[in-house]
């Protein structure tokens, strides 16, 4: 299992290197993920989930001391949220920087997750850049909690998947998503 880990890491990040797309367990439920920072690798993650590009990415990244680089301002009610909350929390921030354009809303807007799973801090800190995050589905169609449920037409298009996590059955569902409104206020845009 441990050999596998490893692998695992090295090839996604190969793969991420040359702007292709993996399939992966995240924090969450099983994910389609690439360079955030590159926009070809992020059109190709839209054609594979057949997604309107309107509709922004989850960006995850493994350390929080990242975020001021991909962020304009981080209001200090971010880091409370992080601190209290101790499911996975993705938090959307204004002023979206050094990412692909389309990670970020019309409005600038960008969604980023700090991961606390060690398979994708071990896998975006090896990488050394944030890495897209969105159910390894269709849009529309039924999101796979588990490997065995994800679509062969996903899987088909995907550069690398992920061994790691491939057997394990666990109850899981996506994170909480909050949108920042101002330096102390927000709102839940899903619990």
């Known amino acids: 299992m441990i050999k596998n880990y490893y692998d695992d890491i090295v090839n996604c990040v190969n793969v991420l ?12 439920i099983w994910g389609i ?11 190709r993650v839209f054609n594979v989930k057949k ?12 350390d929080v001391a990242k975020l001021s680089y991909y962020v304009n301002n981080v209001p200090p009610i971010a880091y409370d949220l992080m601190k209290q909350v ?9 002023g979206a920087r050094n990412l692909a354009p389309q990670c970020a809303s019309a409005d600038g807007s960008v969604a980023i997750r700090i991961v606390r799973d060690d398979f994708c801090k071990d ?3 090896s990488f050394g850049k944030p890495i897209v995050s969105t159910s390894a589905n269709v849009s529309g169609e039924h999101t796979p909690v588990i490997y065995q449920e994800i679509d062969n037409k996903v899987l088909e298009q995907a550069d690398y998947i992920v061994n790691y996590k491939r057997n394990v059955i666990t109850a899981v569902k996506p994170s909480t998503i909050i949108r920042l409104t101002g330096d102390w ?7």
């Open 17 to 28: 290197k040359q702007q292709g797309i993996i399939i992966y367990p995240t924090d969450t």
């Open 185 to 191: 206020d927000y709102e839940i845009i899903r619990s």
């Open 33 to 43: 993920g690439c360079d955030a920072t590159q926009s070809k690798p992020v059109r």
């Open 51 to 62: 997604r309107d590009e309107a509709k922004a990415l989850i960006v995850l990244l493994d």
């Open 86 to 94: 101790n499911t996975p929390l993705t938090i959307i921030y204004q």
């Open 123 to 125: 896998l975006i800190s």
